[in-house]
């Protein structure tokens, strides 16, 4: 699903938010409703590619973490409805590589033990996150690796990384929502919001 350019969003007074971020953020986005309806045909896209594979779910934390909820609660209850019984596992990793909103040259990997098949992320932007996590876990030798990530970005980058499955395709603007932060503010905050001037200044470190 692509969201162009010119793509004005919804006025923040459509939806409700939490009051600490009155004040911090442009507009909306997407949805959180649509967040969670993309999802839910991701899980079908998932399940069919799969066949009769048991997989295991990596997390990539912390901004990957309700995306990856709402897909794994998604691919059960599809599982659960059909004959098919999927066995999954879900594991978690921990990436930290942004600063303010620039990508940083040195990223910290923390956890996983159990790398294989799955990963759900929150977001591509320049795809250097994934290119470093993927080759870690190929060092595990796993049957099959699929990634999804909720959003990909739109940058300038030309060799950017593009995920088996992604939720939207989004121009190349900072997000913040549905457990993506900006310097670890804004994770709770449900819809995928373009934060302001106002905003960056005061959360910046
Ligand atoms: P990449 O290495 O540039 O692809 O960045 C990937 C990681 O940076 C993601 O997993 C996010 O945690 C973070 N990131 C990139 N763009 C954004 C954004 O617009 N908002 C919040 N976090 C972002
Ligand atoms: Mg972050």
């Given at each position: 699903m692509q ?11 459509l939806f ?14 997407i ?10 045909r991701?899980?079908?896209?998932i399940?069919?590619d799969?066949?009769?594979?048991d ?5 990539v934390l912390?901004g990957g973490?309700?995306?990856?909820a709402?897909?794994v ?6 599982s ?12 978690f ?5 942004y ?6 040259q ?10 294989s ?10 795809g ?8 870690n876990i190929?060092?595990y030798?796993p ?6 990530s ?9 060799d ?5 499955y992604?939720?939207?395709?989004i ?35």
């Amino acid at each position: 699903m692509q969201i162009s350019d010119s793509w004005p969003g919804y006025s923040l007074d459509l939806f409700t938010y939490p009051q600490h971020y009155y004040g911090d953020l442009e507009y909306v986005l997407i949805p959180h409703g649509i967040i969670v309806d993309r999802t839910e045909r991701l899980a079908k896209d998932i399940m069919q590619d799969i066949g009769d594979n048991d997989i295991v779910v990596l997390c990539v934390l912390k901004g990957g973490y309700k995306f990856c909820a709402d897909l794994v609660e998604h691919i059960k209850n599809l599982s659960r409805n059909s004959e098919r019984f999927i066995s999954m596992k879900v594991d978690f990793v921990r990436l930290k590589s942004y600063h303010n909103d620039q990508s940083m040259q040195d990223m910290q990997i923390m956890g996983g033990d159990d790398l294989s098949k799955l990963t759900g992320k929150d977001i591509v932007g320049t795809g250097r996150t994934m290119k470093v996590l993927l080759n870690n876990i190929e060092k595990y030798k796993p049957k099959m690796i699929k990634v999804a990530s909720l959003l990909v970005k739109r940058t300038s980058q030309p060799d950017g990384y593009r995920p088996d499955y992604y939720g939207f395709e989004i121009p190349d603007l900072f997000v913040v929502g549905y457990a993506l932060d900006y310097n670890e503010h804004f994770r709770d905050l449900n819809h995928i919001c373009v934060i302001n001037d106002h905003g960056k200044a005061k959360y910046r470190v």
